[in-house]
C-alpha cells in the first residue's frame, strides 16, 4: 500500500479554493438577495443564484470523485484523536451539505414552480410537482442547510488558522497553491 501524499493534489486545491469562493458568494448573494422587493432585478439575480448553485453542485460532484481516487494527506501525528474525528466528522459533513443545499434549492424552486435554467439555456427536470406548502417547508430546509454550512465553514477556518498559527504543524499548507510549512 503506498504512503498518503504530503500535500493535497494541485486539482484538489483549486477545486478546494473555487468551491470555497463559490460558497461564500452564492450565500452572500442568497442572503442579500432575501430582503429585496419583487422586481425583475430580484428574478434575475434568483436566476444567478441558481445557476451558481447548480455550477458548485457540478464541482461537489467532480471534487467527490476526486477525493475518492486520490488519498489526502495524513492529519499530524501529535493530533489529539478527538480532534482527529472532529476534522473527519467536519468535512463529511461539509461534503453532505455541499450536496443538500444545492438539490433542497432545486426541490425549493421545483416545488414554488420555477423551473433551474442553467445560465438561461439548459433547463433542468423540475425534482417534484409544484406545491406551496412543500415549497414553504422547503425553503426553511434550504436556509437551515445554508446557515448550518456556514457555521461549520467558520469553525473549518477557525481550524485551518489555529493549526497555521499556534500548532505551526503545517495542516494549513498542504491546502494553499504557494503556502509552506
Not at 73 to 97: C, D, K, S
Not at 109 to 130: A, E, I, K, N
Not at 142 to 148: A, G, M, S, V
Request: one cysteine or more; a positive charge; aromatic letters at 12%.
Amino acid at each position: 500500500m503506498s504512503h498518503p501524499p504530503e500535500r493535497y493534489t494541485r486539482t484538489a486545491i483549486y477545486l478546494h479554493w473555487l468551491i470555497a469562493l463559490a460558497l461564500v458568494s452564492t450565500f452572500a448573494l442568497g442572503f442579500y438577495m432575501q430582503g429585496l422587493p419583487f422586481t425583475p432585478g430580484k428574478l434575475q439575480l434568483y436566476s444567478w443564484h441558481k445557476w451558481a448553485g447548480v455550477t458548485i453542485f457540478c464541482f461537489v460532484v467532480f471534487r467527490l470523485a476526486w477525493r475518492l481516487t486520490h488519498r489526502a494527506p495524513r492529519l499530524p501525528e501529535g493530533m489529539a484523536r478527538w480532534q482527529q474525528i472532529a476534522a473527519e466528522a467536519g468535512h463529511g459533513l461539509l461534503y453532505v451539505l455541499m450536496v443538500a443545499v444545492p438539490l433542497s434549492g432545486w426541490l425549493m424552486s421545483s416545488s414554488l414552480g420555477f423551473q433551474t435554467v442553467w445560465f438561461g439555456v439548459l433547463p433542468l427536470p423540475d425534482l417534484m410537482s409544484p406545491d406551496e406548502t412543500w415549497g414553504e417547508r422547503l425553503l426553511t430546509v434550504h436556509k437551515t442547510l445554508n446557515y448550518t454550512m456556514a457555521a461549520l465553514v467558520a469553525g473549518h477556518v477557525a481550524a485551518a488558522l489555529k493549526h497555521h498559527f499556534v500548532d505551526r504543524d503545517g495542516v494549513l499548507a498542504r491546502m494553499q497553491p504557494r503556502l509552506r510549512r
